[in-house]
């Protein structure tokens, strides 16, 4: 039997690739401004409508942010926020996520060209191609 010496941790990380643009989150008064200028707001209302019985503007920074979490999918513009997901401190990116098994590689096809016109008509800018490791 192998016996484990030393920091042993249940924690557990994946691959992650988003197409979209990084930003400095000095240029924003909030998160709450970060996450109002780039995303869905319906859809925030819709969620939190639904979690708390109150609209996004009317919640606090906490329930924002779990509201936030809730309405995020691959195919919604999503934020990447610094300190985790291995984005540089102080900045953000801002576009599409996809979270790629290490357990399981397969070939995946992502259709970039619709989501290139979403991510301009949200005006994001300097559209990259990042990859990082995310902790779980």
Request: proline share 2%.
């Amino acid at each position: 039997m192998k016996k484990r010496h030393g920091f042993v941790s249940n924690s557990s990380s994946s691959s992650f690739i988003v197409i979209g643009g990084m930003y400095d989150e000095s240029e924003f008064l909030s998160r709450a401004e970060i996450i109002e200028r780039f995303l869905d707001m319906e859809a925030l209302n819709r969620h939190s409508v639904r979690i708390f019985k109150k609209p996004w503007h009317e919640c606090d920074e906490d329930e924002q942010f779990d509201v936030f979490c809730e309405a995020e999918s691959s195919d919604t513009i999503t934020i990447v926020w610094s300190g985790d997901n291995s984005v540089p401190d102080g900045k953000f990116l801002v576009g599409f996520r996809y979270s790629v098994n290490d357990d399981d590689w397969e070939l995946s096809e992502y259709p970039v060209a619709g989501f290139i016109g979403k991510l301009t008509a949200a005006n994001i800018n300097n559209i990259s191609v990042f990859t990082g490791r995310r902790s779980c």
